[in-house]
């Protein structure tokens, strides 16, 4: 193949073709706000780590549901279920276990003992294991009801006979017999496969997943009169199942403020992203407060439930507890209280309530992934009233409320989920969409446009982080201004923003330029607009004419 020209340049004579510029990269407006997270209790699920689950993997994942008469915090798998199967939303799961003191989770070694006779046995290891064994397996996955493995040994013939073998087969299932890894590798670590990559059996478990880890004794060989080596006379592998094993401890189920920091900071430091945070219908005070203060730090909208059991007063002093109208990301909290029983969408429940907060979000993250053909949604319109009716079957009020008392739960900030009439018939609804912001006549009390202001502020700073480290300022600040000149255009055509009396009939402005103070590496961004609001009350006047 003759090649006209040459990359690097050279003395002689030639064409020197240099790399594609892109100029036609855009910014792409982000999922994240499909996404929402949440901390609740679950049968299995890692607790070294946040994760990801989808209405596909919720039971492969977090296992099968709990009565919530055996443990409130069970309302959470029960929300879940219900949340993702209304929409193609993903969850960011921080699984709550006891963590500290005495009695904590711990998690076991599935160990492959040393052969006797040529027959291997399984068995549960407390610590990991540094002899006796031959392999050894730890499941990060956590799963209460166990696991279960099995390990074959590929046979090694030369001239008919066989030989001692190092490549074995790896399965691990739940204990439903579910797959959920397969591995082939060697018990030599010089091995590689056909294309020259490690064939080391941990090594191929480590390119393949963080969630499970084997250790191997040794450069260990299999003999042919192994239990698990090779075929059976029928022409079957000769697998060897340990059967379903205890592996891991959930611990005591008495959490401890230092339980419920550890999986908020398993939230807050994610490597999945997301826009909302849910309570799974947590009543503890301690959870909802460290959630409140991860929504400030992250700017996400923290939805919770006030339990729908509650009267009125106790239910206006359940979120008064919280002090959240103190907090300065008051606006960033939203209460919802469901005084409706009805049947558990997952089926694991009896008839009785059930939080909404965690259904109001994935209403949202429904809403949110149909954009228009500037990549905005309709974040403008609420989550709340007749357009977006409550599905469960079995539904009826526990209690007639008085328009004193929607009063008084509006001044608490408060937004009840109550039967309405329409003229179309009466329907289980979002009856409010406040904040729990401190304010009466304000914007910020509403929680559509803090759904459009925090995706604002969301694009602004992603565009920003994409900036640092990458541009020189002069043209840094103009990518900026260019930016926010084209997102704030779209929102406005979009239905976000409306003209503003303060800024002369215009609905935004802003001003970019380097820090005053820090003026070669800082760049300040400020940014006025102006939100559409969403109608709570309508006055109707009708006057008789003589």
């Not at 611990?251 to 945070?277: N, S």
Request: hydrophobic content about 40%.
């Amino acid at each position: 193949m003759s090649i006209p020209f040459v990359r690097g340049t050279g003395r002689h004579p030639l064409v020197q073709l240099n790399p594609l510029v892109d100029n036609s990269d855009r910014f792409t407006t982000p999922v994240a706000d499909q996404t929402f997270g949440v901390v609740m209790t679950a049968k299995r699920g890692r607790i070294d780590r946040a994760f990801t689950v989808n209405f596909n993997t919720l039971m492969t994942k977090l296992g099968r549901a709990d009565s919530m008469r055996a443990n409130p915090l069970n309302e959470a798998w029960a929300q879940l279920y219900e949340a993702l199967s209304i929409s193609n939303c993903t969850a960011v799961v921080s699984r709550l276990v006891q963590r500290t003191d005495e009695g904590a989770a711990s998690i076991k070694w599935l160990v492959l003992s040393e052969p006797t006779d040529g027959e291997y046995s399984f068995a549960v290891s407390e610590t990991e294991p540094t002899t006796g064994f031959v392999l050894a397996f730890k499941h990060l996955g956590c799963h209460n009801d166990g696991i279960q493995a099995a390990v074959w040994v590929e046979s090694v013939t030369t001239g008919g006979i066989d030989e001692d073998s190092k490549t074995v087969h790896v399965r691990v299932a739940d204990a439903d017999g579910e797959v959920l890894f397969f591995f082939r590798g060697s018990t030599d670590p010089s091995a590689k496969d056909e294309y020259g990559r490690s064939l080391y059996l941990p090594d191929v478990v480590a390119s393949q997943t963080d969630e499970f880890i084997v250790k191997v004794k040794g450069d260990h060989a299999f003999e042919p009169t192994d239990d698990l080596y090779g075929y059976t006379v029928d022409g079957n592998e000769k697998w060897n199942v340990s059967g379903v094993k205890s592996c891991f401890e959930e611990g005591g189920g008495a959490y401890t403020p230092g339980d419920y920091q550890d999986a908020v900071d398993r939230l807050k430091y994610a490597q999945e992203d997301f826009l909302y945070l849910a309570s799974g219908g947590s009543a503890s005070q301690a959870l909802l407060g460290r959630l409140a203060t991860l929504a400030y730090e992250s700017n996400r909208q923290f939805r919770f439930d006030v339990p729908g059991a509650f009267e009125i007063e106790a239910a206006i002093a359940f979120a008064e507890s919280l002090n959240a109208r103190s907090r300065v990301e008051a606006h960033l909290l939203q209460a919802f209280w469901m005084p409706v029983k009805g049947d558990d969408p997952s089926g694991a429940n009896p008839n009785g309530h059930m939080g909404a907060s965690m259904l109001n979000v994935a209403m949202a993250c429904r809403r949110n992934a149909v954009t228009n053909a500037r990549g905005l949604a309709d974040k403008h319109y609420p989550i709340a009233g007749r357009r977006h009716p409550i599905a469960r079957s079995g539904m009826r009020q526990t209690g007639r409320v008085t328009e004193q008392q929607l009063n008084a739960l509006a001044r608490a900030r408060i937004n009840p989920v109550l039967f309405d009439s329409f003229s179309d018939g009466s329907f289980c609804v979002f009856r409010d969409q406040i904040t729990m912001a401190p304010t009466d006549n304000s914007l910020r009390k509403l929680i559509s446009v803090v759904d459009m202001s925090t995706s604002i502020d969301d694009q602004v700073t992603r565009f920003g982080k994409s900036l640092i480290n990458a541009y020189p300022m002069t043209m840094a600040v103009k990518r900026m201004k260019d930016f926010l000149a084209n997102l704030f255009s779209a929102a406005e055509s979009t239905g976000w923003l409306v003209p503003s009396l303060d800024m002369n009939g215009n609905s935004h402005s802003f001003e970019v330029s380097p820090n005053q103070e820090w003026p070669y590496d800082r760049m300040d961004v400020r940014y006025v607009l102006r939100y559409d609001g969403a109608i709570r009350q309508i006055v109707v006047t009708q006057t008789l004419s003589r």
